[in-house]
Each structure stands twice: as C-alpha cells, then as structure tokens.
C-alpha cells in the first residue's frame, strides 16, 4: 500500500486528487486520511434543492461539494474523517468489502467493538458513524468513506433537513439513518490523537506501507482538476436537468405563504407566489424579475429584496421568503 | 444492462456518454449508471455506431434490460 500524506481540508482538493491518482499507474493501493472544513458532499446524481438546507449552508458558510461517487449527502467537519482507496480494478463488478473491512479491522484492532452492516455501513452501539461509496474511472475503484469522531451532529441534521412540501426531480434521494460519534466510546480521546492512532492501526492492516509524495507539477495537474470539476459551480449546482418544488410556511402575523418553483440546471424558469399575506406587490412582474436568474440564495435574495422595495409584503421580508426557497 | 451489483438488479440511468449517430469502439464507455451508492462506467462490447437509446437519464433500468442498441458495421471482403 502507498501511503499519501496531506493537508488540504478543501474536499474539492481531495476529491481531484482520487481523480488524479486513479489516472496513475501506481503498483499497489494508494490511501488517503484527510478531513474538511464543514462542508456538505452530495453524491453524483442528487439534486441539491432536495438535500441541502442552501439558506443555511450560507449562512453557516459551509462548503457545498459534489462527490463522483453515488450514495446520500453527508456533512463533515474536523471532527469527521474521511478515507480514500485507490486501487486498480480487477473486475466491474461491485464490491465494499476489501475496503470496508480493513477500516473495521484497523478499528477493532484500537479496542472499538465496532460491526458491519448490511449496507456496507459501520456501525458502533447499533448506530451508524461510517457510510462509504465508489466510482469506477480509469480502470481504479475509488472508494471513499467517512468516519464520525467528534462530528457537530446538530449542523449536520439542520444542514441536511429539506422542508419540501412537494419535490419533483430524477435523483438519487439520501436516506436517513440515526448515527453515533465514535468519541462516546473514547471520550478522553482528542481528535488528533484519533487519527495518528486510526493511521498507525490501518498501516497494520497492509503488508507494506510505502510513503507517497507528489511534484510541485503533479500537485499543480490536481489543482486543475479542481478548478475544472470539482470545485465547479456547475457540476455542484447545475447537475439536475429538472427541479420542481413547492414550499408553504406561514408567518406570525405575515400570514401563509405558497411558493411553487422551477429549476432546470440551477436556473429558476418558473416561480409562483401565493398565500394571503397582505401586500400590494405584482406577483406577475415578481416571477418576471427572477425567473432566469441562478437559483442561490444570495442571488434570490438581492433580487427580491430590489423587487419588493416599494411594495413589500407586510411582515415578510426578502430574506423571510429566500429562506422559505431553500430551507 | 450488465448486472454489476451483487445485492441488486436495479440501477439509476445516469449519463449516455456517446449520442445516437456516434461510433464506439469495443470498450468505449458508452453510459454511466448508479447502484448501490457506486458509480460504474459501462462500456460497449463492440464497435459500431449507436443507433437507439432506449432509456432516459435519470430512469431506473433493471439488469438484463435493453438500454440501446450499437449497430455493428459489416465490412464486405471480395
């Protein structure tokens, strides 16, 4: 196994660099042990508007990413850490267990009685703290997974709860499952001493461990693919062809408030506003002004806000209705 | 559509990676699909130009279900 240090907490970074690595022809396994700054990873083929609490991600200033891999969104953050294999393919065929099964053994190997689940989960107390998934490029499997230490589990529930009333769009929709921080069962264990001991147990697991460095030319062929891809506003946000949503939140003495949109590649093509609010705003010209712009908060906001100047809607701000659009 | 996965025979169509009127060559990727949170590249078994594209991106196919048809070129040797 190749061994490859790093110490970017930029997800788009990692993920280009499994794409970098899967274009090598290394003669053994590479792996990877890095964390992020909190950011959201959507899998492939999910649709953000679905996933994604985006009024509070901006907020929080959390990092939205796209991962190549399938599977559900997930949120990390310095308490969570993620593991990558890089290995060549020797079959198309679908297949965890190579991988899954060395995090569980390097886990039980530091005294944690944690199991397998049938989902290719891990888990520990019955609970989930490590999900994983793959993609097939370039004649590699990349597989990727993250392990819950120390993880904010209440950013993570209030960034990944998506208040839609109706939801219509092709995608792979996440599934929910309670999970667990594996600091409850080491909880005099600090973060780093986590990881300096899961990466000294997960080098037991291999036969040889040879360490792995990049040129100043190789990392600079990774931050292209970074630019190019993954840190991409329109892989990111422009992935889903057809998005329709509708929202309804009544406000404390603003009254009920209706929103029924449509979003195709991240631009808003359809938004309809109705409830019985009291204002005398011209819904018409509204959906005129927003319609063709970018479906982002801030983009929504500052046009609404200019839209409503002289006839706001009487306890109901811009920024009300903006959350209402992605919360 | 190949079977990939051991604990499923449904996958969510992904992307065409070539459009009706392109050749592929035998091996080519010709659609991407998901399944079991993997991502798999699906080449073609031969060479030839594709002809139909039986699904939608974002439909759910089942293994052993006819995608697309790739029509193989005849070369006629005198």
Redesign the interface.
């Known amino acids: 196994m190749l061994y490859l240090p790093t110490t970017s907490n930029d997800a788009t970074k990692l993920f280009a660099l499994e794409y970098w690595l899967a274009q090598q022809d290394y003669p053994s396994t590479v792996f990877l042990l890095w964390s992020t700054r909190p950011t959201i990873m959507l899998?492939?083929?999910q649709d953000a508007l679905a996933e994604v609490n985006l009024a509070f991600a901006e907020r929080q200033k959390l990092q939205v990413t796209r991962r190549?891999?399938?599977?559900?969104t997930i949120y990390t953050d310095p308490g969570c850490f993620q593991y990558s294999f890089i290995a060549p393919a020797t079959t198309?065929?679908?297949d965890f267990t190579q991988f899954s099964a060395r995090i569980c053994q390097a886990l039980q190997q530091m005294g944690l009685p944690v199991q397998q689940s049938s989902r290719?989960d891990l888990t520990f107390q019955g609970r989930k703290f490590s999900?994983?998934?793959?993609?097939?490029?370039f004649g590699h499997v990349i597989h990727h997974g993250s392990l819950l230490f120390d993880t904010d589990v209440k950013t993570m529930a209030t960034a990944l709860h998506v208040d839609n009333l109706k939801l219509r769009s092709?995608?792979?929709a996440s599934v929910h499952q309670r999970v667990i921080n594996l600091k409850t069962g080491l909880p005099t264990m600090m973060a780093a001493e986590f990881r300096a001991r899961l990466l000294a147990s997960i080098k037991q697991t291999a036969d040889e461990v040879t360490p792995l460095t990049l040129t100043p030319t190789q990392w600079r062929a990774v931050d292209g693919i970074q630019q190019a891809i993954f840190a991409n506003d329109k892989f990111i946000y422009q992935s889903t062809?057809l998005t329709e949503i509708t929202k309804k939140r009544y406000f404390p003495g603003g009254g009920l408030v209706k929103l029924s949109l449509t979003v195709k590649h991240g631009v808003l093509t359809a938004f309809r506003l109705n409830g019985d609010f009291f204002s005398d705003v011209d819904v018409a010209r509204l959906s005129q002004g927003l319609v063709g712009q970018r479906f982002r908060p801030a983009t929504v906001q500052a046009q609404l806000t200019a839209l409503l100047a002289a006839t706001p809607i009487v306890n109901i701000s811009a920024a009300d209705l903006t959350a209402l659009c992605f919360s | 559509m190949p079977k990939l996965s051991p604990k499923s025979d449904q996958y969510f169509f992904g992307t065409w990676e070539k459009q009706v009127g392109e050749h592929i060559q035998k091996g080519e990727v010709l659609f991407e699909v998901e399944s079991e949170k993997v991502i798999s590249e699906v080449p073609s078994e031969v060479t030839g130009v594709v002809a139909e594209q039986r699904v939608d991106e974002g439909a759910t196919v089942k293994a052993g279900e006819v995608v697309g048809v790739v029509t193989v070129q005849m070369i006629e040797r005198r």
């Open positions: 899998g492939k083929y190549y891999s399938g599977g559900g198309a065929k679908i290719n999900g994983n998934a793959q993609y097939h490029r092709k995608h792979i062809p």
